[in-house]
């Protein structure tokens, strides 16, 4: 298909990137036309780009990938992390010419102009990173055509991820139940195995993966919209509570933090990831803080204090928990052995505990599916206490 960009000699219309701290980067559109705005945040795996751009955790952010050729295996029905594209864009060094995989069914060119999603290519993203880590995390824009000046005003006006709830706009408004279990090669996803736990799942926007990585493991689960209220979930009496992954700025979500707390005092186990994780801590009596530039990518290492293993995880966040605000009840249990940052802890009165990083979609032998066995383990034991 040709895609609906390319003019009829072939080239695609120009596309200007700018930076609120004025830095402009001139390229090549690959997406849809027009223009948009949000954080620009790097990410440094190279692979995933469907799931990363699927990824409801990316909304209202513009991602830049550091490995250079994005696109290489197209875009196939099965790895996305959602429905449909949450970043508000996407910035690319270079798109290849042709898409190979046995799964591919479309462009990752042809995908994004079809979801309406503005994206870039030709960009000097090493340059565009190199200037994120110095500098900070900046808002920015990218306009297809236009003028420099209107992607710089674009990029100047927005107001920047602090204080913004995002996880109400990311969620399911409507509770549901989710039955699939995880992919695997040569059966593709299979149904879930004969539930012996029931999970309530609060949704801040959470990955279809996590939800099959919980029904794989025998949780019927019940998905909540993000502002249900604790007793709506406990009127449910579920074995466990998952408080899910989500954008955002954690402090601006109340009602996550309220409903969170009086869970978490009821007994019943809970665990979260990532919003999850910092949705615990708030609710715990600590802090969250906004890093100077996030991690995001799928080899960051994280050491698990308790056996000094170290695991390589995939993170995406850009608000942490500052370790030094955790009560006496809770214990730290995950650092990252990148800069430190707090990565998971658990509350010693209440079977309670969360993790800043996310598993992986295809389990390796350095990934997170252990907490969601402990997970399981917890919710078993009580059941048999
Ligand atoms: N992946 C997530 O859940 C991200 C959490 C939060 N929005 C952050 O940026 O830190």
């Not at 990518?297 to 942490?320: E, R």
Request: aromatic share 6%; charged share 15%; with cysteine.
């Amino acid at each position: 298909m040709k895609h609906p960009l390319t003019n009829s000699n072939g080239a695609r219309p120009r596309a200007t990137l700018a930076l609120q701290d004025g830095t402009l980067f001139e390229g090549t559109a690959i997406g849809a036309a027009g223009q948009t705005s949000g954080e620009i945040v790097f990410n440094t795996s190279m692979t995933g780009y469907q799931e990363i751009l699927t990824d409801p955790s990316y909304t209202r952010q513009i991602v830049t990938l550091t490995y250079p050729h994005i696109g290489n295996t197209g875009i196939n029905p099965e790895d996305g992390e959602s429905a449909r594209v949450q970043a508000a864009g996407l910035i690319i060094r270079d798109l290849p010419l042709l898409a190979s995989n046995f799964r591919s069914t479309q462009s990752l060119s042809d995908y994004l102009a079809q979801q309406g999603v503005v994206a870039i290519a030709d960009i000097d993203t090493r340059k565009l990173t190199r200037l994120l880590r110095e500098k900070g995390a900046q808002n920015g824009a990218i306009v297809v055509g236009g003028e420099p000046g209107q992607a710089l005003a674009l990029a100047r006006a927005f107001p920047g991820l602090e204080g913004m709830d995002l996880a109400r706009v990311a969620s399911t408004q409507t509770a549901y139940e989710w039955t699939e279990g995880p992919w695997q090669l040569g059966a593709g996803f299979a149904p879930a195995p004969a539930p012996h736990l029931h999970v309530v799942a609060f949704d801040y926007g959470v990955k279809n993966n996590i939800l099959r990585m919980l029904a794989g493991r025998g949780c019927r689960v019940t998905v909540l919209p993000a502002q249900a209220g604790a007793q709506e979930a406990l009127a449910l009496a579920p074995d466990g509570i998952f408080l899910s992954n989500g954008p955002g700025d954690p402090q601006a979500c109340d009602y996550a933090i309220e409903a969170a707390r009086t869970l978490i005092d009821s007994g019943t186990p809970v665990f979260g990831i990532c919003l999850g994780h910092q949705i615990m801590a708030l609710a715990s009596g600590a802090r969250t803080v906004k890093m100077k530039f996030g991690h995001r990518g799928a080899n960051h290492p994280v050491q698990d204090l308790a056996t000094g293993k170290v695991a390589i995880t995939s993170q995406n966040h850009g608000f942490a928990v500052d370790a030094a605000t955790l009560p006496a009840n809770c214990r730290v249990t995950h650092v990252s052995l990148f800069d430190g940052t707090l990565q998971g802890f658990e509350r010693t009165d209440r079977p309670a505990f969360c993790f800043q990083g996310h598993p992986e979609a295809s389990p390796g032998p350095h990934d997170l599916a252990g907490l969601f066995d402990k997970f399981v383990t917890m919710m078993e034991s009580r059941n048999h206490a």
